[in-house]
């Protein structure tokens, strides 16, 4: 059965207190892994597509990495700004559809 | 920046009834889905939407749900006779493509109450 599993379920970190989100997947035939940011009362906000293993992606403070079975969403330096819930997301071959995990609730305080 | 519209932000209904929920996609996208996320769950798929007909619907979306693009402009999710265990966030969300590198844009959601 596709699974995606989100870990921490929530995470505190200081101003400047870097630190990583991870994403475990098993799905087969993976087409992309997506990683989105949901704020409260408001709808998934794209971030990042990764699609095969080795791959990177940058956005101010956010990198996405990607492996065979996991992708990790590091976050450098974050400010309270960057608090939100992050969602991973996969999309299997042949369908549209995202699988979402359950996301990594962010609180980054002054 | 082109959004995602959804209407109502709240609604409550008594159980058994039904509920239209309304949205307008970005202009140019031709992919229209839904999805929705019970409180403290993930966000499920129910169901996409191109070229007028559905492509593909989760096992969630039975019978009593129904999607439609009635003019050039709205898409629309109805639930025929509302259960207590539809209550759930709706996301309506868009796309100019399926397998696109960027994802959909999401609208900010539908808060549906069953009583």
């Known amino acids: 059965e596709d699974q995606v599993t989100q870990s921490p379920e929530a995470l505190r970190l200081q101003e400047g207190e870097s630190s990583s989100l991870n994403c475990s997947y098993t799905?087969?035939?993976?087409?992309?892994l997506f990683w989105y940011r949901q704020d409260p009362g408001k709808g998934p906000e794209f971030l990042f597509t990764l699609y095969s293993a080795g791959e990177e992606k940058e956005k101010e403070r956010l990198k996405a990495t990607l492996t065979k079975k996991e992708s990790f969403l590091h976050i450098t330096a974050p400010k309270p700004e960057d608090s939100a819930t992050y969602l991973c997301?996969?999309?299997?071959?042949?369908?549209?559809?995202?699988?979402f995990g359950t996301g990594t609730r962010l609180q980054v305080f002054p | 920046e082109p959004e995602v519209t959804q209407t109502p932000s709240h609604q409550v209904t008594q159980m058994g009834q039904e509920v239209i929920l309304r949205c307008v996609p970005i202009s140019n996208h031709l992919y229209f889905y839904w999805y929705r996320q019970i409180l403290g769950q993930k966000v499920e798929f129910l169901v996409s939407f191109y070229n007028n007909e559905i492509s593909e619907k989760s096992e969630i979306f039975d019978d009593q749900f129904s999607v439609e693009r009635p003019d050039g402009s709205n898409f629309t999710l109805k639930i025929r006779s509302t259960k207590l265990e539809d209550s759930a966030m709706y996301f309506c969300?868009?796309?100019?493509?399926?397998?696109?590198?960027?994802?959909?844009?999401f609208g900010s959601g539908t808060r549906l109450t069953v009583v």
């Open positions: 799905v087969s035939g993976l087409r992309g």
């Open positions: 969300a868009s796309s100019t493509g399926p397998f696109l590198p960027y994802g959909y844009t």
């Open positions: 997301a996969v999309q299997k071959d042949n369908t549209d559809k995202l699988i």
